[in-house]
């Protein structure tokens, strides 16, 4: 059909910088101990989405095309290469992550000539990802979790210490990724993102602001889950694409923009997550299903259900732990239309998403950045 519209797939916008993500992402992993390195290394065997990379990567290019302001370039120490700690590296000189990065800046795929992206902003997706890894990293030794990426989560495979620590060590070095940077601006950012991930975390150890036996509903409950998810997982999302365009010396017109777009697409990124912990089968996750409930955890579908039916109140304020609790709140979260009014508030979230960044000039980076906004409402893992 000639009339039909282009498709336009995000990934294949950034296909190339994708291509060295990985790469790049296990050199800013090398340890000079064998074990810390494949621990540290371990949930990037398995391909994630790269959801925040490629954001940062189509945020780079799409905003490139935007007025500029004239500041510094910051881009002089990108590639120098991380040391080892000294003792390990006495030990073993020839690590070869460590001399790997030195050649980086060599790299054909890193020559800036051929492309409009900085290398600090494709730095920046490599550090998006680190911290996002390491937060998955704690999270998995909180939520007790069995498996990730189909496959068992560094919590079973090496036990809760070295998964703890696995996440502590991506962190130092994302911090010395970020601190190469040479952007204060951009490092408290990222630096606030990694607070925000634990205040979230907090937030969610209760469900509610006030920790009551027999909660009622009110307009709080949701304005209480939408701050713990914007803390949670937007925060990252809506920063990193911040920094990006801080990064590429955009106006602040743009960098605002940019953040909006990235607060409201993180926001409708994770109201789909929720919702499909109740609706998709553990086996096309990749990860348990029906998780949050038996974690405890009261999210969108059955806050949105739990307005129209007080008896919920009673299971969140026990946080589902008595016999039956799970299986009977899943019961009244179906009968209810709490999954179509969450559907609904993310579709709201990606219209203001697009919105935020109409005034970009047309690229295809910025259509990848609005087909990014399709896939996560069509997304099933
Ligand atoms: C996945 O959520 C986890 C997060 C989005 C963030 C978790 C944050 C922490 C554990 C705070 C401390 C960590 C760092 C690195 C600062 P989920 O459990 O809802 O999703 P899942 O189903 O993928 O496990
Ligand atoms: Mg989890
Ligand atoms: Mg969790």
Redesign the pocket.
Known sequence: DPNAPIQIDPFRTVAKELKFLTKNIRQLLGSGHPTLDTVAKYYTQSEGKYVRPMLVLLMSRATALTPKVGRQSSDHSVDRPISPSAILADKNPSAPDFQSLTAMSNDTAYNQQDSDILPSQRRLAEITEL?HT???L???V??H?QSRRSAPSANIEFGNKMAVLA?DFL?GRASVALARLRDPEVTELLATV?AN??E??FMQLKNTAKDEKNPAWTEDTVTYYLQKTYL??ASLISKSCRAAAILGQSTPEVIEAAYLYGKNLGLAFQLV?DMLDYTVSGEELG?PAG?DLELGLATAPLLFAWKDNSKLGKLVGRKFSKEGDVQQAREIVAQSTGLEQTRALAQEYVDKAIQAISGFPDSDAKDGLIEMCTKVMKRRK
Do not use: M, R, T
């Open positions: 911290i390491a937060s998955l704690h999270d998995d909180i939520d979790s996440g962190l990694i991930l634990v979230g975390e949670k997982s997550d990860k998780a």
